[in-house]
């Protein structure tokens, strides 16, 4: 397995409270020798450690093998099993926690992805979910329903028969409900209507220049709502697909 890490620390508000003793029945109380008394102070606690970044790469696991086959993944598909790799990354979740998530990915963009998500743990960019799409039955309306990150699934572009570039673990979509994809006035998926007005603001929201698209533009990645048509607000691609 190999294993990338980023530390990334975050700012940490520690409050502390003062205790109060009580004597001990009969017991004399302290004397004052000379104009002032000391006394030993207690060592100073040390704070809580800040969250970090974490990242680990590895093949994929026999039984997700076995989960993804005929699910995410079947025979005929442009990449293999082999070809792909299991990301575990940290990330800040809606409710302001770290968490660690799952993607799947082609063995290429591994190292890529790894600095992409490292960049947005330390913009704080929030995630709602990041689980494999076999999670969901092989459904990408499913998994978007969830409001869940994903990249690999072996499905071809809606509507023709071309292969998604998540069918080669080269894409990413972040954040679907709050990021949909919008074409001819079609919001897809359907429950994210309200999120094709782009003039609503949410720290989940994707827009051009922020943080989460210069964290993919690091890496050399597009952004689908760059795009004329359609407007693919939650992804993002190697090749601009």
Known sequence: MAVAALAVLVPVIVITGCGSGSATPGASPATSIGPASSRASAPAASPPS???????TSVLPLEMRARMTGVSWHRGCPVGLGRLR?????YWGFDHAAHTGSLVVNVAAAPDLTRAFGLLF?????????????AFGGSDEASMRADNTSAFNCRLVPGTSIWSQHAYGLAVDLNPLENPEVQNGTVDPPAAAAWADRSRTSPAMIKAGDAAWQAFHAIGWTWGGDWTTPKDYMHFSANGL
């Open 50 to 56: 800040a969250p970090v970044f974490t990242a680990s």
């Open 86 to 90: 299991l990301l575990r990354l940290s």
């Open 122 to 134: 330390a913009a704080r960019f929030p995630i709602r979910q990041m689980r494999p799409v076999e």
